[in-house]
């Protein structure tokens, strides 16, 4: 069943803004724990940014900076804010949980493409 749904993906100019969304099939809360991954063509899958069950957050370097990571409880979605974007920016971006993801499970993603 898919537990994870990710959304707000699309085309935009370099130097731009984009939110992406994550929600859950269940409640989320700050008990439950998000991470962000992308994969850029032929590239491999690489982390991005996630918010721990603690509420801490952690981001990739190239992000860091220019990426924010944000929750709605109330919603159930887990925001990933994606400013002053690049170029390199552009992949298939995934949300994910550490239960799925020592599994291996992951969902479609949603594309987001960055243009010069």
């Known amino acids: 069943q898919v537990r994870l749904v990710e959304s707000g993906g699309g085309l935009v100019q370099a130097g731009g803004s984009l939110r992406l969304s994550c929600v859950a099939a269940e409640d989320l809360d700050n008990m439950n724990a998000i991470m962000w991954y992308r994969q850029a063509p032929g590239g491999q899958r690489e982390f991005v940014a996630s918010?721990?069950?603690?509420?801490?957050?952690n981001f990739q370097d190239s992000v860091k900076g220019r990426f924010t990571i944000s929750k709605d409880i109330a919603k159930r979605v887990v925001y990933l804010h994606m400013n002053y974007v690049v170029p390199e920016d552009t992949a298939v971006y995934y949300c994910?949980?550490?239960?799925?993801?020592?599994?291996?499970?992951w969902g479609q993603g949603t594309q987001v493409t960055v243009s010069s």
């Open positions: 918010i721990g069950r603690d509420r801490s957050t």
């Open positions: 994910n949980t550490p239960t799925t993801l020592i599994r291996g499970i």
